[in-house]
Protein backbone atom coordinates (compact mmCIF):
# COMPACT_ATOMS: atom_id res chain seq x y z
CA UNK A 1 0.00 0.00 0.00
CA UNK A 2 1.20 3.47 -0.59
CA UNK A 3 1.01 5.89 1.88
CA UNK A 4 0.24 8.68 0.47
CA UNK A 5 -1.50 9.53 -3.50
CA UNK A 6 1.32 11.80 -5.20
CA UNK A 7 0.96 15.15 -6.84
CA UNK A 8 -0.45 15.00 -10.68
CA UNK A 9 -1.12 17.75 -12.75
CA UNK A 10 -3.37 15.27 -14.69
CA UNK A 11 -5.16 11.88 -14.18
CA UNK A 12 -5.22 9.25 -17.00
CA UNK A 13 -7.97 6.61 -16.87
CA UNK A 14 -7.18 3.94 -19.15
CA UNK A 15 -9.69 1.68 -21.16
CA UNK A 16 -10.10 -0.36 -23.82
CA UNK A 17 -7.09 1.98 -25.83
CA UNK A 18 -4.42 1.20 -22.65
CA UNK A 19 -5.41 -2.53 -22.30
CA UNK A 20 -3.63 -3.10 -25.67
CA UNK A 21 -0.21 -2.09 -24.86
CA UNK A 22 1.85 -1.03 -21.84
CA UNK A 23 1.13 2.38 -21.30
CA UNK A 24 3.23 4.81 -21.11
CA UNK A 25 6.15 2.41 -21.69
CA UNK A 26 5.20 1.02 -24.99
CA UNK A 27 5.10 4.33 -26.64
CA UNK A 28 9.30 4.13 -26.34
CA UNK A 29 9.52 7.79 -25.90
CA UNK A 30 12.39 9.12 -24.13
CA UNK A 31 10.93 11.75 -22.37
CA UNK A 32 8.54 9.76 -20.22
CA UNK A 33 9.91 7.93 -16.90
CA UNK A 34 7.84 6.11 -15.28
CA UNK A 35 8.19 7.15 -11.46
CA UNK A 36 6.02 4.18 -9.95
CA UNK A 37 3.65 0.80 -10.99
CA UNK A 38 1.00 -0.83 -8.86
CA UNK A 39 0.37 2.10 -6.74
CA UNK A 40 -2.41 1.27 -4.33
CA UNK A 41 -4.45 3.91 -2.09
CA UNK A 42 -6.94 3.47 0.79
CA UNK A 43 -9.85 5.85 0.27
CA UNK A 44 -12.84 5.89 2.72
CA UNK A 45 -14.04 3.31 0.14
CA UNK A 46 -11.55 0.49 0.39
CA UNK A 47 -8.36 0.01 -1.81
CA UNK A 48 -7.63 1.95 -4.83
CA UNK A 49 -7.03 -0.10 -8.22
CA UNK A 50 -3.42 0.03 -9.46
CA UNK A 51 -2.20 3.25 -10.75
CA UNK A 52 1.27 4.20 -12.92
CA UNK A 53 3.05 7.56 -11.94
CA UNK A 54 5.22 8.98 -14.48
CA UNK A 55 6.70 12.24 -15.87
CA UNK A 56 7.42 13.68 -18.52
CA UNK A 57 5.15 14.18 -22.30
CA UNK A 58 3.08 16.38 -20.32
CA UNK A 59 4.04 18.94 -17.38
CA UNK A 60 4.73 17.33 -14.03
CA UNK A 61 3.45 14.28 -14.73
CA UNK A 62 0.79 11.85 -14.55
CA UNK A 63 -1.15 9.26 -12.81
CA UNK A 64 -3.16 6.59 -14.74
CA UNK A 65 -4.88 3.61 -13.56
CA UNK A 66 -7.18 0.60 -15.97
CA UNK A 67 -10.23 -0.37 -15.00
CA UNK A 68 -10.88 -4.01 -14.43
Do not use: C, H
Not at 12 to 34: A, C, H, Y
Not at 37 to 50: A, D, I, R
Amino acid sequence: MTPAVPEAQYGLIGGSSTFSINFPEDLERPDLEVLGKELVFSTPYGNSPEFKLFKGGIPLGALITKYS
